[in-house]
């Protein structure tokens, strides 16, 4: 499976905007210059996690964004799902049913409309979204911070400076 960039982005902005301290408002505009990205894209990915009740977004020109709540409290899976949307990865198009082998009849007590290769990917979705939704944000930034203790003393520095 594959994730849309905008759900990494996503992910170092709600820590970004955690380093950056909970009264500091901060623009996608300087979200996306911390980490040379595209701003108009960036913003995008904040609007939706704004959606979610993620992050907060104020206008004018000390507006910007805020965590809504504490990074303790947003699992990977709620920004993933901010950000990607709430459809199931994988997508069943029946393709059993078409062809030559169309219609063979099941074996005796299968349930003909349960696909193995559906049930097994469901499966594994689940277990994939039961692992996002078991991590949450605050973990992850002192995860970084174990990496690179420096990192929020930087971003408070580099946005106080502009």
């Given amino acids: 499976m594959k994730m849309s960039e905008g759900v990494e982005w996503a992910l170092h ?6 380093w950056s301290g909970p009264d500091r408002a901060v623009s996608a505009a300087r979200l996306a210059a911390w980490h040379d990205l595209p701003a108009a894209y960036l913003n995008k990915q904040l609007q939706a996690l704004a959606r979610a009740g993620i992050l907060t977004s104020s206008p004018g020109p000390r ?7 504490p990074l ?3 699992s990977l899976m709620d920004v993933v799902a901010a950000v990607e949307g709430p459809e199931e990865a994988f997508r069943c198009a029946e393709i059993r049913r078409q062809g030559p082998g169309a219609g063979a009849p099941a074996a ?4 003909a409309a349960d696909c193995a ?3 097994a ?25 174990r990496q ?9 520095a580099w946005l106080a400076a502009q």
């Fill in 13 to 18: 902005s709600c820590v970004n905007l955690a």
């Fill in 63 to 69: 507006g910007g964004f805020r965590l809504a709540r």
């Fill in 72 to 74: 303790g409290a947003v």
């Fill in 108 to 111: 005796e007590g299968a349930d």
């Fill in 117 to 119: 290769i559906a049930h």
């Fill in 121 to 145: 990917m469901s499966r594994a979705e689940v277990a994939w979204r039961r692992a996002l939704a078991a991590q949450n944000l605050d973990e992850i930034r002192q995860q970084a911070e």
């Fill in 148 to 156: 690179a203790p420096e990192a929020p003393q930087r971003l408070r």
